[in-house]
Every structure is written in C-alpha cells, then in structure tokens.
C-alpha cells in the first residue's frame, strides 16, 4: 500500500508564514506529478500547486502566485509547501496529492494524504 502523510499545518497570523511536508511511503515504483489542494469549509477542492516528477515545472492557483513555492525532493519521496504573506482566505484543509505506479507495468493510481488545517487569522 501507499501512504501520503502530510505535516505542517496549524495556525498562524495574516502575514505569517507556515511550510507543509508530505512524505510519501510504502510499496513506490515510481512517483510521477505530485501536488497540493484545499478545501474550504462550504466550498469544492482546488489545487494550489502541483509540481511535476523532475521538479522542472510548477503550477500555481492564481490566487498563490507569489506567495507559495511547492518544491520535492525525490530521494525523500516528499513535496513541500512554502507558504508566504498567509491571507484568512487561505484557511483551509490541505491536501497532498501524488500519482503513483507501485510496480513496474502497474497502472498510475491516484493517492490522497489524509490532510492537515492550516487556519490564518486576521
């Protein structure tokens, strides 16, 4: 099995800075696109950033841009979040998000942390 374990999350005042890790383990052949989501209360999930395998490129929500860097480090299996100048809107669940063949031949599956709140006040 394959588990994405997210950390880093808590709270923080607007303007403040927080850096989410998410580690993944298990039976891993091959870790492709990683990526970071989150879910408001009331509201559908949305990515923030996603980062492909080799880290050469990122993508970013536009309300991030500037203020997040998502960065991986393949030899730990783990993706991070940098997270800067912190608003109340970004309050929210995040999720780490990773697709993921287990063995040579295998499908690529689709594998989701369990998620940790990051809450910003103002």
């Known amino acids: 099995q394959v588990q994405l374990v997210e950390s880093g999350g808590g709270l923080v005042q607007a303007g403040g800075s927080l850096r989410l890790s998410c580690a993944a383990s298990?039976?891993?052949?091959?870790?492709?696109?990683m990526g970071w989501y989150r879910q408001a209360p009331g509201k559908q999930r949305e990515l923030v950033a996603a980062?492909?395998?080799?880290?050469?490129?990122?993508t970013y929500a536009d309300s991030v841009k500037g203020r997040f860097t998502i960065s991986r480090d393949n030899a730990k299996n783990t993706i991070y979040l940098q997270m800067r100048s912190l608003k109340p809107e970004d309050t929210a669940v995040y999720y780490c998000?990773?697709?993921?063949?287990?063995?040579?031949?295998?499908?690529?599956?689709?594998?989701w942390g369990q998620g940790t709140q990051v809450t910003v006040s103002s």
């Open positions: 998000n990773a697709h993921i063949t287990q063995w040579v031949g295998d499908n690529l599956n689709n594998y």
């Open positions: 980062i492909t395998t080799s880290g050469g490129s990122t």
């Open positions: 298990g039976r891993i052949f091959l870790i492709n696109a």
